[in-house]
């Protein structure tokens, strides 16, 4: 599921991020909540003003690359604010979990539903919160 790689995650999304899995974790997503919650469990934590420019945050927007080299541009968010067809992805959707903590350049092998798994790379961050002082979205 994880390569070994370093994921960075703050405070404040870690703390928001545990009461959405708490949420989740019985229903229909639980599987999704478990993965999310695994990757946390090896999370770096680090405060909001702390957190590097390049890593993806919740609320982040953030262009990655699949296999196939395809691009795409989302935004971060929580499964109440998500809206796939304004770009707007779920940390607990596969691509959401993938992509939450990693810098620009990480790369990640992560399952997807049917079984297969995508390799994605982290292309840039355009827009990270914190970077841009917006501490409590």
């Not at 639980?30 to 420019?53: F, G, I, K, N, Y």
């Not at 940390?91 to 990693?102: D, F, K, M």
């Not at 390799?119 to 355009?126: A, C, D, E, F, K």
Request: glycine content about 8%; proline content about 6%; aromatic content about 4%.
């Amino acid at each position: 599921m994880t390569q070994e790689r370093r994921i960075i995650v703050t405070k404040a999304d870690l703390e928001r991020i545990q009461r959405v899995i708490d949420l989740h974790s019985g229903g229909r997503n639980a599987v999704l909540s478990d993965m999310l919650d695994q990757e946390l469990a090896r999370a770096e934590v680090t405060t909001s003003e702390d957190v590097p420019p390049d890593v993806v945050t919740m609320n982040s927007t953030v262009v990655f690359e699949d296999e196939m080299g395809t691009r795409r541009a989302v935004t971060l968010c929580y499964p109440q604010d998500a809206r796939s067809d304004e770009g707007r992805i779920s940390v607990l959707a596969p691509i959401g979990s993938a992509l939450l903590g990693l810098s620009v350049g990480q790369s990640i092998d992560w399952p997807f539903p049917g079984g297969r798994i995508r390799t994605l790379r982290i292309v840039s961050v355009p827009y990270q919160p914190e970077a841009s002082g917006h501490f409590n979205l």
